[in-house]
């Protein structure tokens, strides 16, 4: 079992940046993937970003101004925004994917663990 607890969500203008944390409790995640999500009212939730042994993976829609990392020694995940857009406003998910070994980091079915999301309000 691991809990997660994301923070760092907050009210920006838009161009601004903010940085994600989603803190992993209960076991170490150092070796399986994790992904973060958002979802804005009345849409699905959605992927945003991955990290897994083989790299990690990106959104089109934030390729290039969205950068996660993890710091093993915390038990951390991170999610770097920057240039954030109107349209990044959303809940913000971090999830666990425990001892997968697919390669699909895309799909919400993929992940086992989801922390209780992050609000990010971008004002134009």
């Known amino acids: 079992q691991v809990q997660l607890v994301e923070s760092g969500g907050d009210l920006v203008q838009a161009g601004g940046s903010l940085r994600l944390s989603c803190a992993a409790s209960?076991?170490?995640?150092?070796?399986?993937?994790m992904g973060w999500f958002r979802q804005a009212p009345g849409k699905e939730r959605e992927f945003v970003a991955a990290?897994?042994?083989?790299?990690?993976y990106y959104a089109n829609s934030v390729r290039g101004r969205f950068t996660t990392s993890r710091d093993n020694a915390k038990n951390t995940l991170y999610l770097q925004m920057n240039s954030l857009k109107p349209e990044d406003t959303a809940v913000y998910y971090c999830?666990?994917?425990?001892?997968?070994?697919?390669?699909?980091?895309?799909?919400?079915?993929?992940?086992?663990?989801w922390g209780q999301g992050t609000q990010v309000t971008v004002n134009s």
């Open positions: 999830a666990a994917a425990l001892y997968y070994r697919g390669t699909d980091y895309y799909s919400r079915s993929t992940y086992s663990y």
């Open positions: 990290l897994s042994w083989s790299g990690t």
């Open positions: 209960g076991r170490t995640v150092s070796g399986d993937p």
